[in-house]
């Protein structure tokens, strides 16, 4: 199994966590993940821990799409992929949602299947360098129509002057059934939401069809699958758990409108509709405490690495019979890290093939239960 480590996006400053990050590299880490949101920006910590480390491979988790154009993130992965040294850097994308792409960016919501597809293409096609890039998609024109608003007709088809890595993988971020499926198709690797061990049942089949519609033999081979799951080590399993309620509670009951909240179906859909219901109105009211209360034990348990050295190595068993090629753990705590690298290194991970074989011989069942 490889391990990632994920160091997420800033609060109020950005102080990377560099020690950690050069422990996770003097393990035997494969990668090491930045986010965004409305703070920090997630490729520019790459640059710096590009030049502060010397083999770990640097990954967005994820690079929101309404925060630069195709062309532009493709400049921003290829630069720090070139300063890095070629085939260390991972370009995780991800849609966000429609709070953060209208009311930070302001950019219109749309229909961010087809923009995620067009944005990937037009990537793929700055990465291979094989003509003047041209893309006539559903969301996303190159170059701008000279008949739209505000056109000055003298766009033109462009090459990048840089002479990029044509094998740059792209990973998508997705826990629906059209991106995971997108991911299969367009996507060197998978960022999946809120997973939790049996999910390869529900994901597998949806890359399956993925590969078909890529054609030209894609398969398992090469393509990657790495869920970020919170791990700390300590004796005092419900502490831990409750210390993860108010981040669960913030994109369960806030994390999104009403209406439209991926995080709040996500629950629904493992078996908690009630709770979910519950923590969206005490978020959304103001009582956050109330909210973070209202977080079932059970719903994270299945969800992260908690507990003393033993019940971590007994529970990491389920996640290497998964089906997922890496883990990314977020952690700031060194025995984690350390317990993390032992534990992967003790128990191998089986494989997507396998698990879904394995987990088409048992009882379908409902999460909850």
Not at 204 to 216: D, H, K, T, V
């Given at each position: 199994m490889k391990l990632g480590l994920s160091i997420g996006y800033s609060g109020r400053s950005l102080e990377l966590p560099l020690d950690t990050v050069l422990l996770a590299e003097q393990l035997g880490y494969d990668s090491v993940w930045t986010a965004e949101a409305y703070g920090s920006d997630a490729i520019t910590p790459l640059a710096y821990l590009a030049a502060k480390t010397d083999r770990i491979r640097l990954g967005t988790a994820v690079m929101q799409l309404a925060g630069r154009t195709a062309?532009?993130?493709?400049?921003?992965?290829?630069?720090?992929?070139?300063?890095?040294?070629?085939?260390?850097?991972?370009?995780?994308?991800?849609?966000?949602?429609?709070?953060?792409?209208?009311?930070?960016?302001?950019?219109?919501?749309?229909?961010?299947?087809?923009?995620?597809?067009?944005y990937v293409t037009i990537m793929g096609k700055i990465f291979a360098r094989e003509s003047p890039v041209e893309h006539d998609g559903h969301e996303i024109v190159l170059p701008y129509p000279a008949d739209?608003?505000?056109?000055?007709?003298?766009?033109?088809?462009?090459?990048?002057?840089?002479?990029?890595?044509p094998a740059l993988p792209i990973w998508l971020g997705a826990g629906g059934p059209a991106m995971t499926r997108l991911a299969g198709e367009l996507g060197q690797g998978l960022l999946p939401l809120r997973m939790w061990p049996d999910s390869?049942?529900?994901?597998?089949?949806?890359?399956?069809?993925?590969?078909?519609?890529?054609?030209?033999?894609?398969?398992w081979t090469g393509f990657e699958i790495q869920p970020t799951i919170d791990v700390l080590v300590t004796d005092d399993?419900?502490?831990?758990?409750?210390?993860?309620?108010?981040?669960?509670?913030?994109?369960?009951?806030?994390?999104?409108?009403?209406?439209?909240?991926?995080h709040n179906a996500q629950m629904v859909k493992a078996g908690y509709s009630d709770e979910a219901a519950q923590?969206?109105?005490?978020?959304?009211?103001?009582?956050?405490?109330?909210?973070?209360?209202?977080?079932?034990?059970?719903?994270?348990?299945?969800?992260?690495?908690?507990?003393?050295?033993?019940r971590i190595r007994e529970r990491y068993v389920a996640w290497a019979e998964s089906g997922i090629t890496g883990l990314t753990v977020n952690s700031t705590q060194p025995a984690a890290l350390r317990l993390m690298a032992e534990v992967a290194a003790e128990?191998?991970?089986?494989g997507p093939v396998k698990a879904m074989e394995r987990l088409a011989q048992k009882p379908a069942v409902q999460e909850r239960a």
């Open positions: 062309a532009m993130c493709a400049m921003q992965v290829q630069t720090v992929d070139a300063l890095a040294g070629r085939g260390r850097v991972v370009a995780g994308l991800g849609v966000s949602g429609p709070q953060i792409v209208e009311g930070w960016y302001g950019e219109p919501w749309g229909k961010p299947y087809w923009r995620l597809r067009d739209a608003p505000g056109a000055s007709g003298l766009g033109k088809p462009l090459m990048s002057i840089l002479h990029p890595n390869m049942a529900e994901i597998g089949p949806l890359l399956m069809e993925g590969f078909a519609r890529a054609g030209g033999g894609k398969s399993v419900e502490g831990a758990l409750a210390a993860i309620k108010p981040r669960i509670a913030l994109y369960v009951g806030g994390m999104g409108a009403r209406e439209q909240n991926y923590i969206q109105e005490f978020f959304l009211a103001g009582r956050k405490a109330e909210a973070a209360d209202a977080v079932p034990d059970a719903y994270i348990d299945g969800r992260v690495l908690v507990g003393p050295p033993d128990t191998p991970a089986i």
